[in-house]
């Protein structure tokens, strides 16, 4: 049972905004939101995760919405290097850190 | 930080043949994970270790399959006798669970070809 909903593909113009939905209805309590990244031929990276507020670091920003039904992922200019498989993951921290993967959505950004 | 680390990156195999992939997990995470992807099944969690010890071996495929953590900074996953369809990515991760929030960090993966 998938966790999490992404859209399998998006495309983004080089030097935009990237917005990445994600739908996590049945998101627990205690779980976190986390969003991984996979480019071509590598390990998946981490690249954010969140709770409730809205989180931001250097590599991009996170919107949970109040419910925490949602969020969204946001690379607020995006560049060629940013076409990768992005995983948007609910788990509990202390469980051992065991994340279900699911689909992911396959952003392209484009010149 | 060097991250962690795998090999060997790539492993070609015959069918029958033991396989060992051997990761090092990045100094002081006590939590390691293998998983397995490949185009039809995606990112699969196969093992989990917390401070050297199985947690969680539900994910291994079968008898085939077994891994060790001999001592925090070393883990194998063994395959015999190996199958073609065995064939994908293996990656292994690690985390530090005790400092709250950590996320997993994974290495780059082998890839494994069992002809």
């Known amino acids: 049972d998938a966790k999490t909903t992404q859209p399998t593909s998006m495309d983004c113009a080089e030097g935009r905004a990237a917005n990445l939905p994600c739908n996590h209805s049945?998101?627990?309590?205690?779980?976190?939101v986390y969003w991984y990244r996979q480019i071509h031929s590598q390990g998946p990276q981490y690249i954010i995760h969140?709770?409730?507020n809205n989180e931001t670091n250097e590599m991009a920003s996170l919107i949970i919405t109040e419910d925490r039904k949602s969020s969204t992922l946001i690379l607020p200019h995006a560049t060629l290097r940013d076409t990768a498989v992005y995983y948007c993951?609910?788990?509990?921290?202390?469980?051992?850190?065991?994340?279900?993967f699911g689909g992911g959505t396959r952003l392209m950004v484009k010149p | 930080d060097a991250g962690v680390i795998q090999s060997p990156r790539h492993e070609v195999t015959e069918m029958g043949q033991e396989v060992t992939l051997r990761c090092k997990p990045i100094?002081?995470?006590?939590?390691l994970f293998w998983y397995r992807q490949t185009m039809m099944r995606g990112l699969e969690l196969l093992i989990y270790?917390?401070?050297?010890?199985?947690?969680?071996d539900s994910g291994m495929p079968e008898d085939r399959f077994s891994a060790k953590m001999p001592n925090a900074s070393f883990s194998t996953l063994k395959i015999q006798p190996s199958e073609p369809r065995d064939s994908a990515v293996y990656f292994c991760?690690?985390?530090?669970?005790?400092?709250?929030?950590?996320?997993?960090?994974f290495g780059n993966g082998t890839r494994l070809t069992v002809t």
């Open positions: 991760a690690s985390s530090f669970p005790d400092r709250g929030n950590s996320p997993l960090h």
């Open positions: 049945t998101i627990s309590g205690n779980e976190y």
């Open positions: 969140g709770l409730k």
């Open positions: 993951i609910v788990g509990v921290p202390n469980a051992g850190n065991m994340l279900t």
């Open positions: 100094s002081g995470h006590n939590s």
């Open positions: 270790f917390n401070n050297n010890v199985p947690i969680d």
